[in-house]
């Protein structure tokens, strides 16, 4: 089993920053993928911005240049560094990831995937 905890979510005003925080633990080979999404109210879930293993990442159009996702190498950690935020990024940021939870001879035998319970992110105008 594996457990999925996001930090840093809070209230911030137009134009700010956040940076949020998530931690992976638990029975972990090793992590393929690390990344955000969001959900704001009375719509879908989103992605944000994922990071895979190898050093790729990935945006969604809305929050290129604003923000950054980025990983720890010695820690299943991946943050999320959010600059100029406006309201429409007001949403439930849930963390995901997908990790090798099982191996055998240097190959992944068993990926499996996993979601934090959400951080609430609220930018006001």
């Known amino acids: 089993q594996v457990q999925v905890v996001e930090s840093g979510g809070g209230l911030v005003q137009t134009g700010g920053s956040l940076k949020l925080s998530c931690a992976a633990s638990?029975?972990?080979?090793?992590?393929?993928?690390m990344g955000w999404y969001r959900q704001a109210p009375g719509k879908q879930r989103e992605l944000v911005a994922t990071?895979?293993?190898?050093?790729?990442?990935n945006y969604a159009d809305s929050v290129k240049g604003r923000f950054t996702v980025s990983k720890d190498d010695a820690e299943n950690m991946v943050y999320l560094q959010m600059n100029g935020l406006n309201a429409e990024d007001t949403a439930i940021y849930y963390c995901?990831?997908?990790?090798?939870?099982?191996?055998?001879?240097?190959?992944?035998?068993?990926?499996?995937?996993?979601w934090g319970q959400g951080t609430q992110v609220t930018v006001s105008t």
């Open positions: 638990g029975s972990i080979f090793s992590v393929n993928s």
């Open positions: 990071w895979i293993k190898g050093g790729i990442t």
């Open positions: 995901n990831t997908i990790v090798c939870a099982a191996h055998w001879r240097g190959s992944c035998q068993l990926s499996e995937e996993y």
